[in-house]
Structures are given as C-alpha cells and as structure tokens.
C-alpha cells in the first residue's frame, strides 16, 4: 500500500479564469482585481511558484503583472506562457515583438517557459520555428520551450522533439488517453515534464447531474457513475481527481485554476492529504472509453 507525499512544487495555478469567463462550472465570472490577488497570494504563500497563462487569456497577463508587482514577488515566479494564435510564428519580428508584448504585461524580466499553443505548430518545427524560437533561448528572455497539444499522437510527437522540454496535455480521471498511448513513461525516459491540465475538465467533473447545464446531458451517465464511485470511497469528486493524479502521475506537473482563495486553498488542503494507491485501483478499470463529445470542450454546446 503506496502512499504519495505531499509535494507543492507538482501544483501549477492555472490563470485563464483571472482574465476572462472560463470553465463549464463558473459560477461567479472573471473576479475583480481584489480576489484575483487573494487567489494568488494564497497559491505563492502555499509555495507555488509556477504561474500558466496566455495572451489568448484575456487580461490574464495583465492582471497577473500587476498582482505580481504589488506581491515583490516578479524576481521570484516562474511564468509559462502561450503567444496569440495569430501571432507567425516563422516570423523572427513577430514573434519577438510578442515576446516583449508578454514581459512587459506580466511585469517579469524573462518566462520560465514559452508554450507554443497549439499542436499543429509542430509541422513549422523544422521549417525555421525550432531556430526562430532557440534565438529567443539563447537571448536569455525564455528558459525552456513547450507546447500544449490535445491529441495523444502529438504529444508523443512534442516529446520524441529535440528543443521542446514541457508538454502540456488534458488528463483526469475521464480522459486517460496519455495514458493508453504511453507518453508518461516516455517523458521520464527522455527527461521531459508533462503538465496536466483539464484536472477537472473545466469544471465538469465536479458538476452533479443535476447541475449538468442545458444541452450537457449527454454527460449525465458518467456524471452520475463518478457520484457512486466517489460515494463508494467516501471521498469527494476533487479528491477523486487530484487524488487520482497524485497516485498516478508522481512526476508530473498539476495545473489547476480558481475562482476564489478559497478554491485554491482547498486544492493545496487536498493536495496535501495522504492518499493510497489501492484506493484508486477500482478507477483505473473504469472510465476507459469516454465519448469524444464528453473529453473535448469544443464539442460542447
């Protein structure tokens, strides 16, 4: 009987919701300036010090600059970050012009990562994007570079290339198609960290059924078997999912996002408690083929 230890340095706070509406179980909207700072005060009091956000995030970036400099903590953080999708990236200029775009609003004076943000961005790789981007490693302005994918084929691609140390891919307790495909296992071999997100699947894994908005019922059955499952075990559906990720995905990196200081205290609280691997050994068998229309967002109404 395994049990993980408490590691702080595996969470990442995740800030699209600082900057716009995000997430099926938003209840509350973008905060105002006053609980996004709560929100990451508490992250970085906790000891967190990785921060994910975007320019497609809204004002995600800015927000995020200004709380740092009010926190003295801009010296401190680690930032991954994604340029607009609009922005070439084969373009030396553009790209450059972005780079400083995201330094001045987040008020840092370098990214730990820069994460391309979207997977199809890796058929430019050998096209004058690998050198574009090791220019900006080399200027001292980014650290590491990485990229977000959603298929499990591109992640493998992401990780068997020579340049990109950090993939992001959706993972959680119904989407464990990393999983099938292997890419944990290769990122250790090659010495590469994957990032996790979509913990929650933006909020929908934490929904009742009952709570299910309009046009999401055809999520109801699963819904309705992680409520037995989590039920069953006497625990709730967030310490079902982060449990579940902390058992499984030691060597990863956990991103997750708030709404509130409350939510992100909750998260560390469950974060930090002693969870077993055999209590998930029912859910490893289960949950294995999800319908496409349940894992993927963008095929919501």
């Known amino acids: 009987m395994e049990v993980i230890e408490q590691n702080i340095s595996h969470l990442v706070l995740g800030t699209a919701q600082l900057g716009m509406d995000y997430g099926i179980a938003n209840a509350t909207g973008q905060p105002v300036y006053d609980i996004a700072k709560s929100i990451v005060q508490e992250a970085w009091r906790s000891g967190i010090c990785e921060f994910d956000t975007a320019q497609a995030y809204g004002q995600s970036e800015k927000v995020l600059g200004q709380i740092f400099k009010n926190l003295s903590i801009a010296d401190k953080v680690r930032v991954i970050t994604k340029f607009a999708p609009d922005v070439d990236p084969l373009d030396r200029t553009a790209l450059n012009r972005a780079l400083d775009i995201s330094l001045n609003n987040l008020d840092v004076e370098s990214l730990y990562c820069l994460m391309l943000h979207r997977e199809d961005m890796l058929d430019l790789w050998e096209k004058g994007l690998e050198e574009n981007l090791m220019d900006i490693v080399d200027s001292g302005k980014v650290e590491y570079i990485g990229i977000s994918v959603y298929s499990p084929e591109r992640a493998i691609q992401a990780l068997n290339t020579k340049g990109i140390s950090k993939v992001q891919v959706p993972t959680n307790i119904l989407d464990r198609r990393f999983e099938k495909i292997g890419a944990f296992e290769l990122a250790g071999n090659m010495g ?88 998930f050994e029912e859910l490893k068998h289960s949950f294995c083929s999800v319908d496409e229309k349940i894992l993927n967002p963008t095929l919501w109404t």
């Open 192 to 279: 590469k960290t994957i990032y996790i997100r979509s913990i929650f699947l933006q909020g929908l894994i934490l929904l009742s059924k009952d709570q299910l908005p309009k046009g999401m019922q055809f999520a109801s059955k699963v819904i309705e078997e992680l409520d037995i499952l989590a039920n069953k075990l006497k625990i709730s559906k967030t310490e079902l999912a982060l449990g579940y990720l902390k058992i499984t995905k030691p060597n990863t990196k956990i991103v997750f996002g708030a709404e509130t200081q409350l939510q992100v205290e909750t998260n560390i609280s469950i974060w930090g408690k002693n969870f077993y691997s055999d209590m």
